[in-house]
Protein backbone atom coordinates (compact mmCIF):
# COMPACT_ATOMS: atom_id res chain seq x y z
CA UNK A 1 0.00 0.00 0.00
CA UNK A 2 1.34 3.70 -0.68
CA UNK A 3 0.60 5.96 1.72
CA UNK A 4 -0.76 9.42 1.39
CA UNK A 5 1.49 12.53 1.91
CA UNK A 6 -1.03 15.48 2.90
CA UNK A 7 0.36 18.88 2.20
CA UNK A 8 1.22 20.68 5.88
CA UNK A 9 -0.70 23.76 7.13
CA UNK A 10 2.17 26.44 8.48
CA UNK A 11 0.71 29.09 10.95
CA UNK A 12 3.08 31.97 11.33
CA UNK A 13 3.36 33.24 15.04
CA UNK A 14 4.05 36.94 16.34
CA UNK A 15 7.14 36.37 16.91
CA UNK A 16 8.13 35.55 13.33
CA UNK A 17 8.31 31.20 14.07
CA UNK A 18 6.67 29.11 11.60
CA UNK A 19 5.19 26.31 13.02
CA UNK A 20 3.81 22.86 11.20
CA UNK A 21 0.67 21.73 11.63
CA UNK A 22 -1.89 19.37 10.44
CA UNK A 23 1.31 17.04 8.36
CA UNK A 24 0.75 13.69 8.64
CA UNK A 25 0.92 10.51 6.12
CA UNK A 26 -2.39 9.33 5.72
CA UNK A 27 -4.03 11.92 7.98
CA UNK A 28 -6.77 14.26 6.13
CA UNK A 29 -6.10 18.20 6.82
CA UNK A 30 -8.24 19.46 9.83
CA UNK A 31 -10.75 21.48 9.29
CA UNK A 32 -9.48 24.84 10.97
CA UNK A 33 -5.33 25.03 12.31
CA UNK A 34 -4.51 23.82 15.32
CA UNK A 35 -2.98 26.66 17.59
CA UNK A 36 0.04 27.30 18.37
CA UNK A 37 2.34 24.79 20.84
CA UNK A 38 4.10 26.97 23.88
CA UNK A 39 7.44 26.20 24.39
CA UNK A 40 9.17 26.39 27.59
CA UNK A 41 11.90 29.43 26.91
CA UNK A 42 10.54 32.25 24.91
CA UNK A 43 11.88 32.81 21.51
CA UNK A 44 14.93 35.22 21.67
CA UNK A 45 14.10 38.86 20.86
CA UNK A 46 16.81 41.34 19.27
CA UNK A 47 18.14 43.67 21.67
CA UNK A 48 17.26 46.90 21.77
CA UNK A 49 19.74 49.72 19.54
CA UNK A 50 21.56 51.09 21.26
CA UNK A 51 21.95 54.77 21.23
CA UNK A 52 23.97 57.26 22.53
CA UNK A 53 22.81 60.17 24.23
CA UNK A 54 24.77 63.01 23.46
CA UNK A 55 24.36 66.70 25.50
CA UNK A 56 23.20 69.51 23.01
CA UNK A 57 25.94 71.81 22.35
CA UNK A 58 26.63 74.42 25.11
CA UNK A 59 25.64 77.59 23.68
CA UNK A 60 28.25 80.28 23.11
CA UNK A 61 28.97 83.08 25.76
CA UNK A 62 29.29 86.78 24.35
CA UNK A 63 30.96 89.46 26.41
CA UNK A 64 29.44 92.72 25.43
CA UNK A 65 31.46 95.90 26.33
CA UNK A 66 31.32 99.35 26.10
CA UNK A 67 29.21 102.73 26.50
CA UNK A 68 29.18 106.25 26.04
CA UNK A 69 30.74 109.59 27.65
CA UNK A 70 31.20 108.69 31.13
CA UNK A 71 28.70 105.82 31.16
CA UNK A 72 30.51 102.05 30.42
CA UNK A 73 28.83 98.65 31.17
CA UNK A 74 29.26 95.17 30.69
CA UNK A 75 27.05 91.86 30.45
CA UNK A 76 27.07 88.17 29.01
CA UNK A 77 24.98 87.15 26.14
CA UNK A 78 23.87 83.82 24.87
CA UNK A 79 21.53 84.66 22.54
CA UNK A 80 21.26 87.56 20.41
CA UNK A 81 17.21 87.29 19.29
CA UNK A 82 16.43 87.02 22.98
CA UNK A 83 16.49 90.03 26.04
CA UNK A 84 19.79 90.53 27.53
CA UNK A 85 21.09 93.62 29.35
CA UNK A 86 24.35 95.36 30.51
CA UNK A 87 25.24 96.93 33.63
CA UNK A 88 27.68 99.44 35.29
CA UNK A 89 27.88 102.64 36.83
CA UNK A 90 24.30 103.02 38.10
CA UNK A 91 22.58 102.38 35.00
CA UNK A 92 20.92 99.01 33.27
CA UNK A 93 20.57 98.77 30.10
CA UNK A 94 17.35 97.03 28.58
CA UNK A 95 17.75 95.09 24.96
CA UNK A 96 14.71 93.70 22.93
CA UNK A 97 15.72 92.49 20.05
CA UNK A 98 13.48 92.38 16.97
CA UNK A 99 16.13 90.00 15.13
CA UNK A 100 19.83 89.02 15.85
CA UNK A 101 20.56 92.05 14.36
CA UNK A 102 19.34 94.63 16.97
CA UNK A 103 16.12 96.21 17.95
CA UNK A 104 14.88 98.68 20.83
CA UNK A 105 17.01 99.27 24.05
CA UNK A 106 16.25 101.43 27.23
CA UNK A 107 18.23 102.30 29.90
CA UNK A 108 17.41 104.01 33.32
CA UNK A 109 19.36 104.73 37.04
CA UNK A 110 21.84 107.30 38.49
CA UNK A 111 24.98 108.36 36.94
CA UNK A 112 27.37 110.63 38.92
CA UNK A 113 24.46 111.44 41.54
CA UNK A 114 21.82 112.21 38.39
CA UNK A 115 18.63 110.42 37.41
CA UNK A 116 19.38 109.34 33.47
CA UNK A 117 16.62 107.65 31.57
CA UNK A 118 16.67 107.03 27.48
CA UNK A 119 17.11 104.51 24.75
CA UNK A 120 15.75 103.82 20.90
CA UNK A 121 17.42 101.51 18.98
CA UNK A 122 20.24 98.98 18.49
CA UNK A 123 22.14 97.23 16.29
CA UNK A 124 24.90 94.28 16.11
CA UNK A 125 27.62 93.56 13.74
CA UNK A 126 27.95 90.14 12.18
CA UNK A 127 31.22 88.91 10.86
CA UNK A 128 29.78 85.05 9.50
CA UNK A 129 28.41 83.44 12.42
CA UNK A 130 29.96 85.15 15.00
CA UNK A 131 28.61 89.08 16.71
CA UNK A 132 31.75 91.46 16.93
CA UNK A 133 30.43 94.92 17.77
CA UNK A 134 27.02 96.46 18.58
CA UNK A 135 25.90 100.39 18.59
CA UNK A 136 22.92 102.40 20.29
CA UNK A 137 21.34 105.21 19.55
CA UNK A 138 18.67 107.42 20.90
CA UNK A 139 17.55 110.10 22.78
CA UNK A 140 18.68 110.14 27.04
CA UNK A 141 17.85 112.42 29.11
CA UNK A 142 19.33 113.45 32.94
CA UNK A 143 17.62 115.20 35.54
CA UNK A 144 19.45 117.84 36.80
CA UNK A 145 18.87 120.95 39.16
CA UNK A 146 17.72 123.04 36.27
CA UNK A 147 15.32 120.36 35.40
CA UNK A 148 15.26 118.07 32.68
CA UNK A 149 17.90 117.85 29.80
CA UNK A 150 17.99 115.95 26.90
CA UNK A 151 19.93 115.20 24.01
CA UNK A 152 20.68 112.68 21.03
CA UNK A 153 23.85 109.81 22.34
CA UNK A 154 25.24 107.11 20.21
CA UNK A 155 26.95 104.41 22.20
CA UNK A 156 29.66 101.37 21.37
CA UNK A 157 30.17 98.16 22.43
CA UNK A 158 32.71 95.51 21.46
CA UNK A 159 31.68 91.81 21.21
CA UNK A 160 34.30 89.15 22.16
CA UNK A 161 33.99 85.20 23.32
CA UNK A 162 33.89 84.26 26.55
CA UNK A 163 35.41 82.47 29.22
CA UNK A 164 32.14 82.53 31.51
CA UNK A 165 29.60 80.58 31.08
CA UNK A 166 25.74 81.27 29.75
CA UNK A 167 23.55 82.64 32.73
CA UNK A 168 20.85 80.39 34.24
CA UNK A 169 17.71 80.78 32.23
Known amino acids: MI ?9 AVATGTLLLA ?24 SPA ?10 PVAYKVEGGADDWHGTGIVCDFEKPFQLKGGGLTVYFTPTSK ?23 VEWIGSAPVRMKGWGVGT ?8 SDNGVEHYTI ?3 AEACPAV
Do not use: N
Open 3 to 11: AVVRPCVLI
Open 22 to 45: ACGRGQPAPAKPEPPVATATPPAT
Open 49 to 58: PIVAVVPPPK
Open 101 to 123: DGGTYKYDGHLSGFGVRGGEAYS
Open 142 to 149: VDTPMGPQ
Open 160 to 162: ERS
